[in-house]
Nanobody, 122 residues
Framework: QVELVESGGGLVQRGQSLTLSCSDKKGGFGYVVVAWYRQPPGKEREYVASITYNSDATYYSDSVKGRFTISRDNAKKTAYLLMKDLKPDDTATYYC???????????????WGQGTQVTVSS
């Protein structure tokens, strides 16, 4: 069964913005950290950002810090990733997951969804 559903991706020009959404269909977001990952073409999946249950702490990879903002709405069981000033290097399939924060990354626990594609043209 589907556990995590990502949406909101698309084709945008350099400098534009997108907001991604991640819907938790099985309750896995409850009382755990939520994170976004991305997988550029031909590369491994990489950590992007994460947020604690009460949104009292956020974490970002150096490549997106200052441009991306992660948030969550626990009542809606949804996480978001606001991406500003997008660059061609941000082109990737974006995934969400949940789990345990460990240093500057998160250990994913949930099953991976299909992700949502973000393509940034120059």
């Amino acid at each position: 069964q589907v556990e995590l559903v990502e949406s909101g991706g698309g084709l945008v020009q350099r400098g534009q913005s997108l907001t991604l959404s991640c819907s938790d269909k099985k309750g896995g977001f409850g009382y755990v950290v939520v994170a976004w990952y991305r997988q550029p073409p031909g590369k491994e999946r990489e950590y992007v950002a994460s947020i604690t249950y009460n949104s009292d702490a956020t974490y970002y990879s150096d490549s997106v810090k200052g441009r991306f903002t992660i948030s969550r709405d626990n009542a809606k069981k949804t996480a978001y990733l606001l991406m500003k000033d997008l660059k061609p290097d941000d082109t990737a399939t974006y995934y969400c997951n949940y789990g345990l924060q460990s240093g500057n990354t998160m250990i994913p626990v949930g099953a991976w969804g299909q992700g949502t594609q973000v393509t940034v043209s120059s």
